[in-house]
């Protein structure tokens, strides 16, 4: 039995909803994800979930089945770095967070007979990265399509001094969170069936 549609193509957040035993079928959403003039990072990363989940619940139609959003955005000097564009792109990016601290801000949606939204937000801390490096990661092909275009599942974690948070939410999926909400939706995960 499916308990959720979810909202991304990211096989991360699938990898993440099977490891708590959600069932859930798929489907993508297509939203604009430009950020809005003046919008905080944590705006944009719970108005692009809620978004998300919007469309494709619209899409479904009222089928009691709710829909699961998420976003994550790596945040730095209060700007959002999004998915690089290209190698430049994804060069000038990692070199932004060599050495330094940034937040990574991971928001989730459920949209169904009501809409209900939680953010989680990290701190990760990158050991100063040379040239060589920077390259050497582009050409694993890891950074195209990860937000501030690094993957702490993957070969980013080598980079990685310090995690202070959800390393779950740093993947794209605050597990924690999505827990919680999914109870408040009636879902109940096979960690927290209830005994009486």
Known sequence: MTDIVLAS????????LRQIGVQFVQQVAEI???????????????????EKARAVHARLGDDGIPVLGADTAVVVDEDILGKPRDRAHAAEMLRRLSGREHRVLSAVALVGK??????SESRVRFRPLDEDEIAAYWRTGEPEGKAGGYAVQGI????????QGSYSG???LPLYETARLLQEFGIRL???QDDS
Not at 34 to 48: G, H, I, K, M
Not at 114 to 119: D, M, V
Not at 156 to 163: D, S
């Open 9 to 16: 193509a990211s096989p991360r957040r699938q990898e993440l």
């Open 32 to 50: 604009d994800e430009t950020p809005r003039d003046n919008e905080s990072p944590q705006a944009y990363v719970t108005r692009l979930a809620l």
């Open 114 to 119: 009501h809409e209900a939204s939680a953010l």
């Open 156 to 163: 980013g974690a080598i980079f990685i001094e310090r995690l």
């Open 170 to 172: 740093v993947m794209g």
């Open 190 to 192: 096979p960690g927290n």
